[in-house]
């Protein structure tokens, strides 16, 4: 009886170790995906709240992507990494997605929703990056 | 004995998996960390050597931070994300560190090798931008 109760126990933990290291493998392998980021400019008087950005217009612009999107992230602007000179972004979101086609395929119907919720965060217009994550 | 040997191959199952997966979670913890992202401009002419750039350059620099760097990225610029606009970066190397002031120790004894490494690759001065992962 005890060694059944011991050999149940250790092969649930068996499965549930087992489980939740492949949702982290899938998450930590980027390389060969395409970044959109999206870079607010920083410069006298321009706003950014991160507290919206975070909570409303990034799960927003995420939701459009479906299983396109293999995750996002978001970054606050501290400061320049050279002495004396601005800041260069206020803050940084970032799309990790598959295909650029898809998620282009994906924001066009939706990008005047997109625009419309800008002055909600910021008085800046972004500049925008397509990248390819090489390592 | 069957029991045993039972019981002692889920265990060592149980063990590896779970370490494997405080392997993987402390690669896919980034939020709090500070990202020091160096970003190449693009501009008429300006030319950038992704090749060089990640097998020699980014390892050596790596190479000076130690245990406080967790990880660091390597993308190369696409296009624009928006139409007729310019590419706004050829390539952004990204280090993801614990400590932003044990980063500038580090990094301060070795600028004048890191500069001198730029025109091996790159005939552009990047921009600095020194963030926070919120997401």
Known sequence: MKVKVILTFLLLTTCFAVFSQEKHNTAV???GLIKVSVMYPYAEGKTFNVEYYETKHMPMVA???GSNLVKYTIEKGVASGIPN??????AIGTFYVKSLSDYQAAIGPNRDAIRA???NYTNVTPVILVSEVVK
Chains 1, 2 share one sequence.
């Open 85 to 90: 000179q601005p800041l260069p972004f206020m």
């Open 63 to 65: 939701g459009f992507l």
């Open 117 to 119: 919720d800008f002055p």
């Open 29 to 31: 392998v980027e390389k």
